[in-house]
């Protein structure tokens, strides 16, 4: 009788050697897809070594301070430029980033190099003369609540004289000013419709440290949440009607930018709904963990940062062509070769799209004009991050569209089928997922249920039925195979053998 430390085995010694086939390695990460590397080039000469500093200083990953920077440019970019591929097809810039990584990975501290570092000292800057129209504002509601009190008066003074009442002010009351805001967690669809409508023209930044919260939620206090984020990408005219107050919020432009995190485990929670498109607007980054966590003793350039970003704040909307028309986007459009360019990769996206399914082709569709969004964003990175007093471009050419395709076809399209397999897969291959990484580490020669549910208790793996489930997994990968009762056929099995090319394979 064979033993180890995790329980004696069962099968006959007199038996033959179990007949074992390769064990399948690529149950440990579920079968998923390997990252594809992030291609630094896209960023220019600048963008792309500070990336790479920002990322060396968190021990993270490039991704998670790529992804952050992608978004958090387009919202300073916001409605001041929109790119334009031809008159009647224009895009705003803004951008939804997602970043997936387990705990630890540093997913947070990646993006910090902006979201803590850069990014409040640019809202700082927005601030600009708010204090003075609030107290503008606070005189002219006082001076609007005399004239209302003196009205009242002059009305009961009419009536005792029996003269016809004055007509009430004309002036209503004035708005109170909101502050300029960049960033915004607060994700209620009346307050991003307040403050889009009133103190971030260009659009906001909404940042959620765990989307699948966020996207979770989204339609618990309104029904009308979800289409409300559906329609925050394309930067068309919205109303959304408030029950408590008799006006509307008219937003002009509805586009926000997004970047956010969440973990490898609540994938399958956020993609559970019906795919209404709402998930195939974002771009995603999930890189493998760094095999060596390392920290670095070089700060990135921090302040360089902020005054290269802040040229972007400084963009400005075009007046309107007449007194009372509001302030539109200036149109940047692609040049003659970078339209035959968008084109042709159009083109490709659409035949690609016609071969995928589920969540991936609904990101296919979305391919072609993330490709113009992000020709946009690279072509003001590259402009802002460069010395000088240099206008702003008036073009996107066709260097910026390559990249921005490249970056869409080898990056976020590879990236969007690894974050959707993973999330359709089963409970029983996670759990399979979990159990084979334990025994990696732990390396028995068989593995018990009772043993795993009293001793070892694994996430996931509670009960007798799971942790079955997950070993029949295994034992399609060659991993497992059950033990055999022999003196007892009819009781049920509780064991398994574990191949010994798995740790062959990890050695």
Not at 293 to 320: V, Y
């Amino acid at each position: 009788m064979l033993s180890n430390e995790y329980g004696p085995a069962n099968f006959n010694m007199h038996d033959a050697p179990p007949d074992w086939g390769a064990p399948d390695m690529t149950v440990l990460r579920l079968g998923r897809r390997a990252p594809p590397m992030l291609p630094l080039d896209v960023f220019g000469p600048v963008w792309g070594p500070w990336i790479v500093a920002a990322a060396e200083a968190a021990a993270a990953p490039p991704d998670y301070v790529a992804l952050p920077l992608l978004a958090a440019a387009s919202a300073l970019i916001g409605h001041a430029r929109w790119a334009q591929a031809t008159p009647g097809w224009r895009e705003p810039p803004h951008i939804w980033a997602g970043t997936v990584g387990d705990s630890g990975s540093s997913k947070s501290p990646g993006a910090d190099a902006l979201l803590r570092d850069v990014l409040p000292v640019i809202e700082h800057r927005m601030i600009g003369d708010f204090p003075d129209h609030q107290r503008e504002w606070q005189v002219a509601t006082e001076t609007h609540a005399q004239a209302l009190e003196q009205w009242k008066a002059d009305v009961k003074a009419a009536q005792k004289a029996g003269n016809a009442p004055p007509l009430p002010p004309s002036n209503s009351a004035p708005s109170e000013p909101q502050a300029p805001r960049l960033r915004q967690s607060d994700v209620t669809v009346e307050k991003v419709a307040t403050l889009l409508a009133n103190a971030a023209p260009k659009g906001l930044l909404i940042v959620r440290d765990e989307l699948a919260g966020w996207l979770l939620g989204l339609s618990s206090y309104n029904d009308a949440g979800r289409a409300f984020w559906i329609e925050a990408y394309g930067g068309r005219p919205y109303r959304v009607e408030r029950q408590k107050a008799p006006e509307p919020i008219i937003i002009a432009r509805l586009a926000v930018a997004v970047t956010g995190t969440t973990q490898p485990e609540r994938l399958s929670e956020m993609f559970r709904e019906a795919d209404d498109g709402l998930l195939g607007r974002f771009v995603w980054g999930w890189p493998d963990p760094l095999p060596v966590f390392r920290l670095s003793q070089a700060a990135p350039a921090t302040d360089w940062a902020i005054e290269a970003l802040d040229r972007l704040r400084q963009l400005d909307l075009a007046s309107g062509e007449q007194p009372d028309e509001p302030p539109r986007p200036i149109m940047v459009p692609l040049t003659q070769g970078a339209v035959a360019m968008m084109e042709a990769f159009g083109q490709d996206m659409q035949l690609t799209q016609q071969e995928a399914g589920g969540l991936l082709r609904s990101a296919y569709g979305k391919a072609r004009g993330l490709a113009l969004r992000l020709s946009l964003v690279l072509t003001m990175l590259r402009w802002c991050g460069h010395d000088g007093i240099d206008p702003p471009p008036v073009a996107i050419d066709e260097d910026a569209l390559s990249h921005a395709c490249d970056l869409v076809a080898e990056y976020f399209m590879p990236m969007a089928a690894r974050v959707f397999g993973d999330a359709a897969a089963t409970q029983a291959e996670r759990n399979a997922a979990t159990l084979a990484r334990w025994i990696v580490r732990e390396r028995p020669r068989e593995v018990h249920s009772p043993h795993l549910q009293r001793k070892v208790r694994l996430s996931g793996l509670k009960t007798a039925a799971l942790i079955h489930a997950a070993a029949e997994v295994l034992c399609e990968a060659d991993w497992l195979m059950p033990l055999q009762r022999g003196t007892d056929p009819g009781r049920p099995r509780s064991g398994y053998v574990v191949n010994p090319a798995v740790f062959e394979h990890q050695a």
